[in-house]
């Protein structure tokens, strides 16, 4: 079955490193999206992709950047890592058009000590 | 900047009866609305999709309606395992490709045995 994988699914770093977040898809989708939840707020968008080498800012995206150099992974890095950084993030993608439904991975559990 | 509210926040209806909340949205330019649903330590699952004010919507024990400007969801008989985040998201139109979700907070629902 196609699905969405995150990793890591925890990860402590430290302030000032530079941290990478993996997200691969087997949905052969062309939209990809990472976004971040914090406790009392829904998800913000960081950055999306509407395919092989478009990437686009979403919301929140000062401090990460993404990179997208094949239809299946959308890695997304932290340049370098701050305490407000500390979140909960989710990858997603969906098929194609603004009406389609998006498919999310489980999540990773990053904190910035 | 786009904005989706969420009512009530909390949420606990006994086993058996229903639930109802809703969400208001401000966006410049509406393409459709996403009703999510998230279970603890998990990704947003889409529930269903709305076009334009006046559509209905039933899938399974989920009836929902899109107003202008926002949107209702009641879940009848709601069971234990119905106990998760809902959350509303909108799409906005735009040049074409894929567009993000812009998420409210959500209602959190807790079935009362």
């Known amino acids: 079955d196609a699905e969405i994988t995150q990793s890591p699914r925890h990860k402590i770093t430290e302030t000032g490193r530079q941290v990478t977040l993996a997200c691969h898809q087997t949905?052969?989708?062309?939209?990809m999206f990472w976004y971040r939840q914090d406790l009392g707020h829904g998800l913000r968008l960081i950055h999306y992709?509407?395919?092989?080498?478009?990437?686009n800012k979403g919301e929140v995206s000062d401090g990460y950047s993404v990179s997208r150099s094949n239809t299946e992974d959308l890695p997304l890095t932290l340049e370098s890592a701050a305490s407000s950084q500390t979140s909960v993030y989710f990858c997603?993608?969906?098929?194609?058009?603004?009406?389609?439904?998006?498919?999310f991975g489980p999540g990773t559990r990053l904190t910035v000590t | 900047e786009n904005q989706v509210e969420h009512s009530p926040h909390f949420l606990g209806p006994q086993q058996g009866d229903v639930a109802s909340m809703s969400c208001t949205y401000s966006?410049?330019?509406?393409?459709?609305l996403q009703w999510y649903r998230q279970n603890t330590g998990m990704g947003p699952k889409h529930l269903l999709s709305?076009?334009?004010a006046g559509y209905e919507k039933q899938k399974g024990r989920l009836n929902a309606t899109l107003l202008k400007n926002g949107s209702s969801l009641y879940i009848t008989a709601v069971q234990p395992e119905d106990s998760a985040t809902y959350f509303c998201?909108?799409?906005?139109?735009?040049?074409?490709?894929?567009?993000?979700?812009?998420f409210g907070k959500g209602t959190h629902l807790i079935i009362q045995p």
């Open positions: 997603a993608s969906s098929e194609g058009g603004g009406v389609s439904e998006q498919y």
């Open positions: 949905w052969n989708h062309n939209n």
């Open positions: 992709s509407y395919g092989v080498q478009d990437t």
């Open positions: 966006v410049s330019r509406f393409n459709n």
């Open positions: 709305m076009y334009s």
């Open positions: 998201a909108v799409v906005e139109h735009s040049g074409g490709g894929a567009d993000g979700l812009t």
